[in-house]
């Protein structure tokens, strides 16, 4: 267990909708990414924060946002769904911004799937 | 931009035999490197690092090798065991930079 948990495990939805997937850090951990993994393709980072602010952006769509809380859990927005949305999305944590010490600590995903 | 690329999607071995895993990657700005391990459905979860002072770094059975002017690491797993089959990510950072930026895995697979 890494102690950062992600709701909900599986979400199936239809084009055109949106969805919130939610992510907890482990406790202490100031710093979430959240990362797109589709079939067969890495780990694409989408967006970091750092104790709520914006840190580094990566491939996230427009159609796509997030934000971190006071409380240093985070919600990743996806609208207007298609069907390439669907994928296993990933949320991390660390305890710092990253760089040199970036060990991050992954949750089990989201696996959403856009009917 | 595929930044860290991982060219073998998938590699099979024998158990007690050595396993070797390769990553590229194209930017040099890049000082810190990682292995993680995924389990299906389950998170990755981190293996071992090793940054761009050193040029190998070891723990148990697992040891990364970097050759920074090839822009290469790799991932030894001696002696493989099949608890070890899992897919492998291959990451990277920049100091001062805040994204961590993953190749496409290779799925290791360590056969009894």
């Known amino acids: 267990d890494s102690g950062v948990t992600q709701t909900p495990k599986h979400l199936i939805t239809a084009t055109g909708q949106r969805v919130t997937l939610r992510c907890s850090p482990r406790?202490?951990?100031?710093?979430v990414y959240w990362y797109q993994q589709s079939l067969d393709q890495g780990l694409q980072f989408l967006i970091q924060?750092?104790?709520?602010?914006?840190?580094a952006k990566g491939n996230i769509l427009e159609r796509f946002s997030a934000q971190q809380f006071p409380d240093l859990h985070s919600e990743l927005n996806l609208s207007s769904l298609e069907l390439g949305d669907s994928a296993l999305y990933f949320c991390a944590s660390s305890v710092d911004s990253g760089g040199p010490t970036g060990e991050l600590f992954f949750g089990e995903g989201s696996r959403l799937t856009v009917l | 931009d595929q930044q860290v690329k991982q060219n073998s999607p998938s590699l099979s071995v024998q158990e007690g035999r050595i396993s070797i895993l390769n990553c590229d990657y194209t930017?040099?700005?890049?000082?810190?490197f990682l292995w993680y391990k995924k389990y299906p459905a389950e998170g990755p979860t981190f293996l071992i690092s090793i940054s761009s002072i050193k040029d190998k770094n070891e723990d148990g059975r697992f040891t990364v090798f970097l050759n920074k002017s090839a822009k290469h690491l790799s991932l030894h797993i001696v002696p493989s065991q099949p608890g070890d089959s899992a897919v492998y990510f291959c990451a990277a950072s920049a100091y001062n930079n805040n994204d961590m930026r993953f190749g496409a895995g290779t799925r290791l697979t360590v056969k009894p």
């Open positions: 924060y750092y104790n709520g602010e914006e840190r």
């Open positions: 930017n040099s700005m890049f000082d810190y």
């Open positions: 406790s202490g951990d100031l710093s």
